[in-house]
């Protein structure tokens, strides 16, 4: 079966960094969109960043914009979240997903890890 695994989450403070992976078994997600989504606490799940099918082209939320980038590495199944310059209202639960392409719409992903938490300290 197809599972989606997110690691790296933690607690960080203000203007720090934390880097998440994403590895993914069952299946090879070469030639397939990846993407991070994240849900804060009484919020709706949100989009983050998406990769493209080849890697060649990436999309971020205006929130994270020159503070996030988003990386993968299809040779290990891979997907990452480099995430800079953190604040408080990042903090949230952080998804990875992927789907045919990239989208900033979460009902177009096919398959979804089971999250980590990201809490920006203040």
């Known amino acids: 079966q197809v599972q989606l695994v997110e690691s790296g989450g933690g607690l960080v403070q203000t203007g720090g960094s934390l880097r998440l992976s994403c590895a993914a078994s069952?299946?090879?997600?070469?030639?397939?969109?990846m993407g991070w989504f994240r849900q804060a606490l009484g919020k709706e799940r949100e989009f983050v960043a998406a990769?493209?099918?080849?890697?060649?082209?990436?999309y971020y939320a205006h929130s994270v914009k020159g503070r996030f980038t988003i990386s993968r590495d299809d040779a290990k199944n891979t997907v990452y979240l480099q995430m800079n310059s953190l604040k408080p209202e990042d903090t949230a639960v952080y998804y990875c997903?992927?789907?045919?392409?990239?989208?900033?719409?979460?009902?177009?992903?096919?398959?979804w890890g089971q999250g980590t938490q990201v809490t920006v300290s203040s």
């Open positions: 069952g299946r090879t997600f070469s030639g397939y969109a």
């Open positions: 997903a992927v789907g045919p392409g990239a989208t900033y719409r979460f009902n177009e992903y096919n398959y």
């Open positions: 990769s493209s099918r080849s890697g060649g082209s990436t």
